[in-house]
């Protein structure tokens, strides 16, 4: 068995991811990690804290499986759209589940800016990517948001469609 706070946030993890920061209660988390409450505040101060130790989590995993998709291309452009090709694999490992960032946005107030913080370091990292890749602010921009709006719409719908137009839309961008 895993250490507690690893139980804690793997919990919190899955239960963020599938039922939304606000619908899930730490004694949710406590009660399916099995550990105790006084556990849970030794490793997180507040269910927020626990959020930023998710969201850091998320987008480590997140970046590391994007680079390690898209590292299989030949070339810059390959690149680019191999990315809509790993939004299509996600949908599908994660059941349309969208944008955990996005998500939890949605459900945060003004005052929880350390939420925030972390979910506009994890955007810009992706703008930054396409930066890299493109080499064309514009252009890589104009890639970034039909990629969020493709992981977006996907979620909306549960389908892969968006995501293949949003392909095809930059491929003749590009």
């Not at 800016?113 to 890299?132: A, W």
């Amino acid at each position: 068995m895993s250490a507690p706070r690893e139980r804690i946030l793997e919990q919190a993890s899955v239960l963020f991811h599938q039922q939304g920061y606000n619908s899930t209660g730490i004694n949710q988390i406590i009660s399916e990690a099995n550990v105790a409450k006084a556990s849970f505040y030794q490793h997180f101060k507040s269910k927020d804290d626990l959020c930023v130790a998710f969201l850091n989590k998320r987008h480590d995993y997140w970046f590391s499986k994007l680079i390690d998709f898209t590292s299989k291309s030949k070339n810059q452009k390959e690149k680019v759209i191999s990315a809509f090709d790993f939004i299509m694999q996600m949908n599908e490992r994660e059941n349309f589940r969208g944008c955990s960032f996005l998500n939890i946005l949605s459900e945060i107030s003004k005052e929880q800016e350390s939420i925030l913080k972390v979910i506009q370091s994890h955007k810009n990292d992706l703008r930054i990517f396409f930066n890299q890749l493109v080499k064309d602010e514009l252009l890589a921009t104009h890639i970034y948001l039909l990629f969020e709006s493709a992981i977006i719409e996907s979620q909306l719908f549960k389908s892969n469609e968006i995501v293949h137009q949003s392909k095809a839309i930059t491929t003749s961008l590009i």
